[in-house]
């Protein structure tokens, strides 16, 4: 299905001048809070159907969506989850998106959550992803803002960086997190934000980000999908139906694409307002 929307901000913003960002990211991509089983951090705002949960990147944390939760959640009940290792969730065994997707599933399970949208950004969409295809009655739509379902690089490439990783830990993660915003500030609270996360458990999931291959879970899976892309992303010049098929978004199921100008990776910060606005025309159009 060759289908597409851009949304243009409501203010307009340099973009980055960086334009290898997306090679970097693709070899990553109120009721009060609780702790389900100790394990994952949770919160739950606002009220309204259909529940939205939202699911942050690697290297940041459930407070990556402030931006747009006020809006929100004044239609919505939000639920907001910190990945195992990130913000106030224990560590994980295992750092990937498998084992993230079950212990996020459980904190869905004790809330009772089914027929949500479920909105994970780059690495956090891979686990949306994930948890619609392993529990489909949980799921009406999964909105996968500016995420891709595999690494679009050789072994070689892979390698190197990987290397980068290990030896220069700081120098990378900086490297990476700083070209996330079109906001030089912003960009650098983010890298800072980042180094929050304990080395061992942030290069685990970056290196299970580099190895995650989504695609044949989704080759299966009727659940509709909702990109959210940048056009780092997704360049303007380039069809939905390209774009489809090289982000690996090739699913049983619909698969569209929204495109929001302006923006750098992180678009809660970059464009919250644009944000919200195809949230919820994905909530609307689901609902239907």
Do not use: C
């Not at 949500?116 to 948890?131: D, F, K, M, P, T």
């Not at 934000?193 to 580099?210: C, G, N, Q, T």
């Not at 909702?226 to 982000?247: D, I, K, Q």
């Amino acid at each position: 299905m060759d289908t597409m929307e851009v949304t243009r901000p409501l203010r307009s913003l340099h973009r980055p001048a960086a334009r290898g960002l997306f090679a970097a990211l693709a070899l990553l991509v109120v009721a009060g809070s609780a702790l389900a089983g100790d394990r994952v951090a949770s919160e739950i705002r606002g009220t309204g159907s259909p529940t939205i949960v939202l699911i942050h990147s690697i290297g940041g944390d459930r407070s990556d969506w402030d931006p747009v939760t006020p809006a929100l959640a004044k239609r919505h009940r939000l639920l907001l989850v910190d990945l195992p290792g990130h913000g106030g969730s224990a560590a994980p065994d295992k750092a990937t998106v498998k084992a993230a997707a079950r212990a996020i599933a459980e904190v869905l399970a004790r809330n009772k959550v089914t027929g949500a949208l479920l909105v994970g950004h780059s690495y956090g969409a891979l686990v949306a992803l994930e948890i619609a295809a392993s529990k489909p009655k949980v799921a009406s739509a999964v909105v996968a803002v500016d995420g891709t379902t595999y690494t679009q690089a050789d072994s070689a490439q892979m390698a190197q960086v990987a290397t980068m990783l290990r030896e220069r830990y700081s120098v990378f993660v900086h490297a990476v997190y700083e070209r996330m915003s079109t906001d030089p500030a912003r960009a650098e609270s983010l890298a800072a934000h980042a180094m929050r996360v304990k080395p061992e458990i942030l290069s685990a999931y970056f290196e299970d980000a580099w190895r995650a291959d989504l695609r044949p879970r989704l080759k299966t899976m009727k659940t509709p999908i909702h990109v959210v892309a940048t056009g780092l992303l997704w360049p303007p010049e380039e069809s939905w139906t390209s774009a489809r098929r090289r982000l690996g978004f090739e699913s049983a199921g619909p698969a569209l694409g929204h495109r929001i100008e302006d923006s750098g990776h992180y678009i809660t910060f970059d464009q919250p307002d644009s944000l919200v606005q195809v949230i919820e025309r994905i909530s609307e159009q689901t609902a239907r």
